[in-house]
């Protein structure tokens, strides 16, 4: 084990040793030789250079960025201020090589970094560490309009300033500096946008406004952006309570769920910039970005117990060669309508004040103050109705539908007679209706200072060394509630109150007609009592999570020559001393409430990076990379708090390995999180070539292959391990029980383990289609593909679930043309089948495991280039073209238990964008 940190180590140590050699040879006429011949170089390359507007811009802009960067990163550029290429951020991230996007109704809002979830990954705005509208630490791209970003840099190689960075990679989202531009620049843009499914349509818009501007002397710059969307976002959802064992061995459906859903995303955005440059001295930027999101989500529809539930399982079933039963009768069925209402209010506010000083030629001092904050308001409310008759009791048919993507049902009872509806436990469950109020807050702070030098000192061009102290608190609340009409003692259909609604078509899942009304105005009417609910699941979701982090930092660049080749990069190492702590409850028999707990714990990593790129023939790019990367633990295991109990009889035999004794029972035992959690840790490599060229025309393309490897240092899993619970509170057993003598006992908690590695390729081409044949000017393909390959156990030594958010296979496809104004462009993106983390009962996070996916999007621009309208452009987008569902199935036996199924329609933008 320590020969393979050391690899690392000795990777870094060689790679310097091998630039220093040749460097060291150099005297001062090779020196300027060779900036005069970079002189030379560029202005041939302006000189040569073609003026490209729209796609092919962005394309462009994008093949510079990664072209010039010393770390392997992927990159997207906006066509037009204020016009990335998608509708969503995420989609466009979402194209590059090794990278993906997971669904969140109906849009992309996750991003998948080489095979890790959005928790692996850290995104800053402008280089700036974000705060995140979630229970951890995945940032929800949604939440940024793409309207106000200029550009997107996705850092999968890390350098040594890069604070805050991730084990996946690093996204970092860009705005406007005025002071690039020459000149003011006005901006609008709006749209139409439609949602269809199946015969339903909704409409909304998309509005943005950019001003940019300078002013005295082009020493003071302004930037202004202004977002608004009102999007809708109709569905439908076919969904199974889960799979249990059936009558002689076989496996059941344990209950259903058929919904029609009828969300609407309302966000508006505003990004502001202040940079004053009043001389060569100093430079100061003040950045602003705020994002309001509202969702809500407005469910109507039906849910059912089967073996769970009353029903009783009739003979004559069908079972396949699995055992899973897919044709069957029941009777005795307890349908439950409901009207569910889950809003959510997100509100982001991030602040950044940098100031540049060049104090002499050679020192420049760079001071940054950020704050990004975080609130998020969502509301769970359930509501339920029982058909009055037959006790509320029914026949039902099932039966796997042929695409065996979800089960089809055939009821027996009718829900159109608004007379024979009632408010009520309809399906025994305690309780008329539920409620429940989550809150999180993120509050983010940080300062960093740096200094800056240049240097002539052998490959060694410039030191950069500081330090940067960030403070970040996380919290989470839960309220949750039980709706009774009187006090939910009754049981099944044991108090009714008349039905407020009326009868609409439903026309889904085998369902007509249903009945249906407001919940939200049911709940304000006062027909429900609020009982508060006390219980262990729920104090397990009231947590904060504090963190400060102190970074200090070095990195020195490199640009020398090995022989005749040139070699750029970078080398450093960044130090980080963290304290972590965590305020929460703990909770046992008799104490569902909890009692208040705090924990802290100290520690410290260091984490040494190398970039190199090796230019060994023109403008073809050897480069290499090896870093020892991190991602902190997500909050909700870092949280304080456990439940405890006893276990009395039948207790497993444990050791402590503290202290080799043998532990039987009694004895103590719990589940809970753990604050003294240390990151995930990998030594990474990274090794990429990239050919890069301009055909005849002028037009920028290029072609890549690149290979990485994580090997795991450390990872995180739940397991057993020895505690010694003395001095916490402990539950009182009944008299009786045996009683454990000594403090020693166990805790299912999440732990550090190690050993695991994650390996990719990834391959990119980039082509416009005039180098095969000149008349194909304008025509280009965009392509990437990658194939990644993991042996971590995410659930520990011995388990085989794959990580969340790895699919194997992951790639994309986008055909272009632009030309005379006028440009279309066609996308395809495709992911294998995933683990994936999603909101499941009662909003709470659950991993499930999801079908692949092909999601398609075109797009039509016109542009004005000339006369009246120049400035002015005309543009139709379709995304989801083939309404690609979002399903989720169980592994045991994938073709035959669907469990999830949801269906979005596809969206047309229609509108246009004048620039003046």
């Known amino acids: 084990?320590?020969?393979?940190?050391?690899?690392?180590?000795?990777?870094?140590?060689?790679?310097?040793?091998?630039?220093?050699?040749?460097?060291?040879?150099?005297?001062?006429?090779?020196?300027?030789?060779?900036?005069?011949?970079?002189?030379?170089?560029?202005?041939?390359?302006?000189?040569?250079?073609?003026?490209?507007?729209?796609?092919?811009?962005?394309?462009?802009?994008?093949?510079?960025?990664?072209?010039?960067?010393?770390?392997?990163?992927?990159?997207?550029?906006?066509?037009?201020?204020?016009?990335?290429?998608?509708?969503?951020?995420?989609?466009?991230?979402?194209?590059?090589?090794?990278?993906?996007?997971?669904?969140?109704?109906?849009?992309?809002?996750?991003?998948?970094?080489?095979?890790?979830?959005?928790?692996?990954?850290?995104?800053?705005?402008?280089?700036?560490?974000?705060?995140?509208?979630?229970?951890?630490?995945?940032?929800?791209?949604?939440?940024?309009?793409?309207?106000?970003?200029?550009?997107?840099?996705?850092?999968?190689?890390?350098?040594?300033?890069?604070?805050?960075?991730?084990?996946?990679?690093?996204?970092?989202?860009?705005?406007?500096?005025?002071?690039?531009?020459?000149?003011?620049?006005?901006?609008?843009?709006?749209?139409?946008?439609?949602?269809?499914?199946r015969s339903q349509k909704e409409s909304g818009n998309r509005i943005s406004a950019t001003y940019i501007d300078q002013f005295a002397n082009n020493t003071f710059g302004v930037m202004v952006a202004l977002s608004h969307m009102d999007s809708p976002q109709p569905g439908y959802q076919n969904e199974v309570w889960g799979f249990t064992g059936g009558p002689n061995n076989t496996t059941v459906l344990g209950g259903g769920k058929l919904y029609k859903f009828d969300n609407n995303h309302k966000r508006d955005g505003v990004a502001a910039t202040l940079q004053f440059r009043p001389n060569d001295v100093w430079e100061s930027t003040l950045d602003w970005f705020y994002s309001k999101f509202d969702k809500t989500e407005i469910k109507t529809g039906m849910e059912f117990g089967t073996i769970w539930g009353t029903g009783v399982l009739q003979p004559g079933y069908t079972v396949n060669s699995a055992g899973t039963i897919t044709k069957a009768s029941w009777t005795n069925v307890h349908p439950v309508i409901r009207m569910d209402s889950n809003p959510i209010e997100d509100e982001l506010n991030s602040i950044g004040f940098n100031n540049k000083f060049k104090l002499t030629p050679e020192w420049t001092l760079n001071t940054d103050l950020s704050m990004s904050k975080v609130k998020r308001k969502f509301r769970v409310l359930e509501t339920y109705v029982g058909v009055g008759s037959n006790g509320g009791a029914t026949t039902m048919n099932m039966e796997l539908d042929p695409s065996g993507k979800f089960y089809n049902y055939v009821l027996g009872a009718q829900f159109n007679n608004p007379t024979d509806l009632v408010l009520t436990d309809a399906g025994g469950w305690g309780q008329d209706g539920y409620l429940k109020d989550f809150g999180v807050n993120d509050d983010l702070k940080s300062i960093r200072i740096n200094a800056i030098r240049t240097l002539n000192w052998g490959p060694f061009t410039g030191i950069d060394?500081?330090?940067?102290?960030?403070?970040?608190?996380?919290?989470?609340?839960?309220?949750?509630?039980?709706?009774?009409?009187?006090?939910?003692?009754?049981?099944?259909?044991?108090?009714?109150?008349?039905?407020?609604?009326?009868?609409?078509?439903?026309?889904?899942?085998?369902?007509?007609?249903?009945?249906?009304?407001?919940?939200?105005?049911?709940?304000?009417?006062?027909?429900?009592?609020?009982?508060?609910?006390?219980?262990?699941?729920?104090?397990?979701?009231?947590?904060?999570?504090?963190?400060?982090?102190?970074?200090?930092?070095?990195?020195?660049d490199i640009d020398t020559d090995l022989g005749s080749m040139p070699l750029r990069g970078n080398v450093g190492v960044q130090h980080v001393r963290i304290t972590q702590g965590s305020d929460a409850y703990s909770t046992y028999d008799g104490n569902p409430a909890g009692s208040p707990i705090r924990e802290e714990v100290k520690y410290s990593e260091t984490l040494p990076a190398l970039n190199l790129s090796l230019e060994f023939m023109p403008e073809t790019y050897a480069r290499f990379g090896a870093a020892r990367q991190m991602a902190r633990p997500r909050m909700d295991q870092l949280k304080a708090g456990m439940d405890v109990n006893a276990c009395v009889t039948a207790c497993p035999t444990f050791t402590d390995t503290n202290t080799g004794q043998t532990i039987s029972g009694p004895y103590w035992q719990a589940g809970g999180g753990n604050t003294a959690l240390k990151p995930w840790m990998a030594n990474a490599y990274d090794l990429s070539v990239e050919k890069y060229f301009s055909t005849k025309n002028g037009n920028r393309g290029y072609i890549g292959a690149a290979w990485f490897y994580k090997d795991l240092l450390s990872y995180i899993?739940?397991?057993?391990?020895?505690?010694?619970?003395?001095?916490?509170?402990?539950?009182?057993?009944?008299?009786?029980?045996?009683?454990?003598?000594?403090?020693?006992?166990?805790?299912?908690?999440?732990?550090?383990?190690?050993?695991?590695?994650?390996?990719?390729?990834?391959?990119?081409?980039?082509?416009?289609?005039?180098?095969?044949?000149?008349?194909?000017?304008?025509?280009?393909?965009?392509?990437?593909?990658?194939?990644?390959?993991?042996?971590?156990?995410?659930?520990?030594?011995?388990?085989?679930?794959?990580?969340?958010?790895?699919?194997?296979?992951?790639?994309?496809?986008?055909?272009?043309?632009?030309?005379?104004?006028?440009?279309?462009?066609?996308?395809?993106?495709?992911?294998?089948?995933?683990?994936?983390?999603?909101?499941?009962?009662?909003?709470?996070?659950?991993?499930?495991?999801?079908?692949?996916?092909?999601?398609?999007?075109?797009?039509?621009?016109?542009s004005f280039n000339s006369g009246s309208l120049k400035g002015l452009s005309l543009y139709l987008q379709v995304s989801n073209i083939g309404d690609e569902p979002f399903a989720a199935y169980n592994d045991t036996d994938s073709a035959n238990r669907p469990e999830k199924y949801f269906e979005y329609g596809r969206t047309t933008l229609a509108g246009f964008s004048y620039k003046f």
């Open 1 to 197: 084990m320590k020969f393979k940190r050391n690899l690392l180590s000795v990777a870094l140590a060689s790679a310097a040793m091998m630039v220093a050699v040749p460097a060291f040879a150099q005297d001062s006429s090779t020196d300027t030789a060779k900036d005069e011949e970079t002189a030379k170089t560029a202005d041939t390359t302006n000189v040569g250079k073609v003026k490209v507007t729209g796609i092919r811009r962005a394309i462009e802009a994008s093949i510079d960025a990664k072209q010039t960067n010393t770390s392997i990163v992927e990159a997207i550029s906006a066509e037009d201020i204020g016009k990335l290429p998608d509708a969503s951020i995420a989609d466009s991230i979402a194209r590059l090589p090794g990278l993906t996007a997971q669904r969140e109704r109906g849009r992309a809002a996750q991003v998948n970094i080489r095979g890790f979830n959005g928790d692996f990954g850290a995104t800053t705005l402008n280089g700036r560490e974000q705060a995140s509208t979630g229970d951890n630490r995945g940032v929800e791209f949604d939440q940024y309009p793409s309207e106000l970003l200029s550009s997107v840099v996705v850092y999968k190689t890390p350098n040594a300033s890069l604070v805050g960075q991730g084990l996946s990679g690093t996204v970092d989202l860009q705005t406007v500096r005025p002071l690039s531009f020459k000149e003011r620049v006005v901006s609008l843009n709006a749209r139409y946008d439609q949602n269809k499914i």
């Open 717 to 862: 899993y739940n397991r057993d391990v020895a505690f010694d619970f003395a001095g916490l509170p402990l539950p009182t057993l009944p008299q009786g029980t045996p009683t454990p003598t000594g403090t020693i006992g166990k805790i299912n908690q999440p732990v550090n383990g190690e050993g695991g590695t994650i390996r990719g390729v990834e391959l990119t081409a980039s082509l416009p289609l005039d180098l095969l044949w000149s008349p194909l000017n304008g025509f280009g393909l965009v392509g990437t593909y990658s194939d990644t390959s993991s042996s971590i156990q995410p659930n520990g030594p011995g388990t085989s679930e794959p990580l969340s958010g790895l699919s194997k296979y992951v790639s994309n496809l986008t055909a272009y043309y632009e030309r005379g104004g006028f440009s279309i462009r066609w996308s395809r993106r495709t992911r294998s089948a995933f683990r994936g983390e999603t909101r499941g009962f009662g909003a709470d996070y659950q991993t499930i495991s999801i079908a692949p996916e092909v999601v398609q999007d075109a797009q039509i621009n016109y």
């Open 465 to 556: 060394f500081g330090v940067n102290l960030t403070d970040r608190t996380k919290e989470k609340t839960s309220l949750e509630s039980k709706l009774c009409i009187t006090d939910c003692t009754g049981g099944m259909f044991g108090v009714t109150a008349p039905f407020p609604g009326t009868i609409q078509d439903f026309n889904f899942g085998g369902i007509g007609q249903l009945g249906v009304y407001d919940a939200n105005e049911i709940l304000d009417s006062g027909v429900y009592n609020l009982v508060r609910k006390y219980d262990k699941d729920i104090s397990a979701k009231n947590w904060s999570v504090d963190e400060k982090l102190t970074t200090f930092y070095v990195k020195a």
